[in-house]
């Protein structure tokens, strides 16, 4: 096994993520991430393990089965939405995912699509920035929806628990509520285009996700 890379070797990686294979870099490669060429791309997601995932309730980070808790790794707007594109993890899995994953931890690292492989998109509207602030989602539910476009979206359930990260650490209400206000207008536009009730809907679920900032 190759060594963990140095930023992320104080970290205790959990037990499940142990059988994970290492990349290059010096990172674990989640069980999600397909393989392009051979090499691992952290931007995408491999489908068949995704209706894996689902079907068997297996951890999207390590692919072990999953308990009754079940954690959603979103960016901020999903607590607006109640939308992820991706299925839920353990939470050990989820929080080792918030402190060492580079797209999660580095606000200023953008989303590198160049090269991205098409079929490789992801479902739904993504919102394309990188948002920031990331939040582990804790339910014990959530339904699959169909995103119109053969894929597959994933409408989380109500929250036993909702944490915030920044930088790996827990984010500060200024930058809840930054990320937040920057990923409205997005959400505002779409829900304009589909009419005044979207629009009200919108305001309900933005209040709803306030009560969730203190
Ligand atoms: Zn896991």
Redesign the pocket.
């Known amino acids: 096994m190759r060594e963990l890379n140095q930023r992320i070797r104080y970290l205790e990686l959990?037990d499940?993520?142990n059988r994970l294979k290492i990349n290059d870099q010096g990172f674990p490669i989640p069980y999600f991430v397909p393989y392009v060429d051979g090499k691992p791309e952290f931007r995408g997601f491999d489908g068949e393990k995704l209706a894996i995932c689902v079907r068997l309730k297996r951890?999207w980070?390590?692919g072990?089965p999953l308990g009754k808790f079940m954690v959603f790794v979103i960016g901020p707007m999903c607590a607006v939405n109640r939308v992820s594109a991706e299925p839920p993890?353990?939470r050990?899995?989820a929080l080792y995912a918030v402190r060492a994953c580079p797209f999660l931890t580095q606000p200023r690292m953008r989303r590198n699509e160049v090269d991205m492989p098409e079929h490789l998109e992801p479902a739904g509207i993504m919102l394309r920035r990188n948002p920031g602030v990331t939040l582990m989602w804790t339910t014990l539910k959530y339904s699959v929806v169909k995103d119109g476009r053969g894929g597959a979206l994933f409408n989380v359930g109500d929250p036993e628990r909702v944490e915030f990260f920044a930088e790996g650490r827990p984010a500060t209400h200024d930058e809840i509520m930054a990320s937040i206000s920057s990923g409205m207008p997005t959400l505002r536009e779409m829900a304009e285009r589909d009419g005044p009730d979207a629009v009200a809907e919108l305001g309900r679920m933005y209040d709803k996700a306030m009560e969730l900032v203190r």
């Open positions: 959990p499940r993520m951890c980070l390590c072990e993890s353990h050990e899995c």
